[in-house]
């Protein structure tokens, strides 16, 4: 009986290992299910305009965990003039709806870091580093220095 039990107790202990691994592992396979869209500002209006569609899975992962590293501060930030652009990571296949987070980016006047607010409530200052790192994901482009 004893052993019976242990023995049931080991097959439910496995079985929480092996999709606690296997949960792990969907989170970076979400990110590859997901393309950034990307938008420009133009003139000085607010309007924006589609720049680019990153759907490679690496770069959007590269972006995630560049922003990731950051620290953000829960407040809400109020700039002086618009977005030079704004994305959201969306779902590659159209079919699966979901209520996307807008981060908005501005370039500082030094043109060496970016800020970035997600939402209305989460602000942050990337280092060069990784404001280098998202600047490229995002546009293609190097960041002027």
């Given at each position: 009986?004893?052993?019976?039990?242990?023995?049931?107790?080991?097959?439910?202990?496995?079985?929480?290992?092996?999709?606690?691994?296997?949960?792990?592992?969907?989170?970076?396979t979400?990110?590859?299910k997901?393309?950034?869209?990307?938008?420009?500002?133009?003139?000085d209006?607010?309007?924006?305009?589609q720049?680019?569609?990153?759907?490679?899975?690496?770069?959007?992962?590269?972006l995630?965990?560049a922003?990731?590293?950051?620290?953000?501060?829960?407040?809400?930030?109020?700039?002086?003039r618009?977005?030079?652009?704004?994305?959201?990571?969306?779902?590659?296949?159209?079919?699966?709806?979901?209520?996307?987070?807008?981060?908005?980016?501005?370039?500082?006047?030094?043109?060496?870091q970016?800020?970035?607010?997600?939402?209305?409530?989460?602000?942050?200052?990337?280092?060069?580093?990784?404001?280098?790192?998202?600047?490229?994901?995002l546009?293609?482009?190097?960041?002027?220095?």
């Open positions: 009986m004893k052993r019976k039990k242990f023995l049931i107790g080991w097959v439910v202990v496995m079985l929480l290992l092996i999709m606690g691994c296997e949960n792990e592992g969907n989170q970076d979400h990110l590859y997901r393309a950034i869209h990307v938008e420009k500002q133009v003139g209006s607010g309007n924006y305009e720049i680019r569609k990153v759907q490679e899975g690496k770069e959007v992962k590269r995630k965990d922003l990731d590293q950051s620290e953000w501060q829960k407040e809400k930030i109020q700039m002086n618009p977005p030079n652009y704004q994305f959201i990571f969306a779902f590659k296949n159209t079919q699966i709806t979901d209520d996307p987070v807008q981060y908005k980016v501005w370039i500082t006047p030094d043109h060496r970016l800020e970035v607010v997600s939402g209305d409530s989460a602000y942050t200052k990337l280092p060069i580093e990784q404001s280098a790192t998202v600047f490229e994901v546009t293609g482009e190097k960041l002027e220095q």
